[in-house]
Nanobody, 116 residues
Framework: EVQLVESGGGLVQPGGSLRLSCGAHGFTFSSGYMIWVRQAPGKGLEWVSRITPDGKTTYTDSVKGRFPVSRDNAKNMMYLQMNSLKDEDTGLYYC??????????WGQGTQVTVFS
């Protein structure tokens, strides 16, 4: 059974930083395409970033240059370093596996709240 567990969310002021972690179990993580997805209050899901098994990354424009994604295949972990946070980054952040360009397995999410 695939399990994804996010952690690292919290309250932060604009301009601050947080580091989200995603622990993966139940599949061959080193072969998996992994993504981060977020949901702002009252809005739909927004794809944030992707990292391929060999570490190639892509980002939505709104986080490009601020939210580097990384992975440690030896530890079955993925990370999202969130820098220069803005109010509009507030939301529930999920990690997920990606299969044929679609999310497949999801974690439970971790809340990020940016407040002035």
């Amino acid at each position: 059974e695939v399990q994804l567990v996010e952690s690292g969310g919290g309250l932060v002021q604009p301009g601050g930083s947080l580091r989200l972690s995603c622990g993966a179990h139940g599949f061959t993580f080193s072969s998996g395409y992994m993504i981060w997805v977020r949901q702002a209050p009252g809005k739909g899901l927004e794809w944030v970033s992707r990292i391929t098994p060999d570490g190639k990354t892509t980002y939505t424009d709104s986080v490009k240059g601020r939210f580097p994604v990384s992975r440690d295949n030896a530890k079955n972990m993925m990370y999202l370093q969130m820098n220069s946070l803005k109010d509009e980054d507030t939301g529930l952040y999920y990690c997920a596996t990606e299969y044929f360009s679609s999310p497949l397995d999801w974690g439970q999410g971790t809340q990020v709240t940016v407040f002035s």
